[in-house]
Structures are given as structure tokens and as C-alpha cells.
């Protein structure tokens, strides 16, 4: 695989994991779902914002670092880094497709 699967994955991932912050923030809103990961639950129980943010922020850093790798690491970090990549964007996908179908219930 090219060095070019690094960004699109990076940004796949970004953009997941906005999804998955805007559809969590909604469905914990309106008491449809339970967030899952204890301490994205802290997070979202001291202020919805922050978990947003802090949503926002970790997408940024992803974009950031596999820009970085994408430019500055050598061959074989590459393809570390890119398999990592994958088995994050998979799990990213399962949890989207979650979100999907409890909001196809709605």
C-alpha cells in the first residue's frame, strides 16, 4: 500500500470519530443511548462541550500525526502506523454502524 492510504485513512478516522461525537452527544441528549467507555461518560457528565471539544481536538491531533508520518517517517513506521490505522478505522466503522441503526429506529 502507498503512503497516500496514510492520510486517507487519517482522515476517514477524523471524520468518524466526529460522526461518532455528534450522534453520541444527540442520543445522550435526547435519553436514547448510554455512552459505553467510562471515560468518555466522565467527560460527557462534567459538560457536553467539552466532550465535543475534546471529540474535535482528537480528530485534529490524528489528522496532525498521520500528516507527520505521512511526510517524515521512514518505510517501515509507515506501514505500522498504516495497519494501526485500519484496525482503528474498523473499529471506528463498527461503532458508526451502530449509530446508524439506532437512528434508523427513530
Not at 459505553?36 to 466522565?42: A, E, K, S, V, W
Not at 465535543?52 to 513506521?77: A, C, D, E, R
Not at 502506523?81 to 471506528?92: A, E, K, R
Request: include cysteine; hydrophobic fraction near 55%.
Amino acid at each position: 500500500m502507498g503512503k497516500k492510504y496514510i492520510m486517507l485513512f487519517g482522515i476517514s478516522i477524523a471524520l468518524l470519530n466526529l460522526f461518532d461525537g455528534i450522534v453520541t452527544n444527540y442520543g445522550l441528549m435526547k435519553k436514547l443511548i448510554e455512552e459505553m467507555n467510562p471515560i468518555m461518560d466522565f467527560i460527557i457528565s462534567i459538560n457536553p462541550a467539552l466532550f465535543i471539544g475534546l471529540k474535535v481536538g482528537l480528530s485534529l491531533l490524528i489528522l496532525f500525526v498521520s500528516y507527520w508520518v505521512y511526510t517524515n517517517s521512514q518505510v517501515y513506521f509507515q506501514k505500522l502506523y498504516l495497519f494501526s490505522l485500519v484496525g482503528v478505522f474498523c473499529l471506528y466503522f463498527g461503532i458508526c454502524s451502530i449509530h446508524l441503526y439506532w437512528l434508523s429506529l427513530l
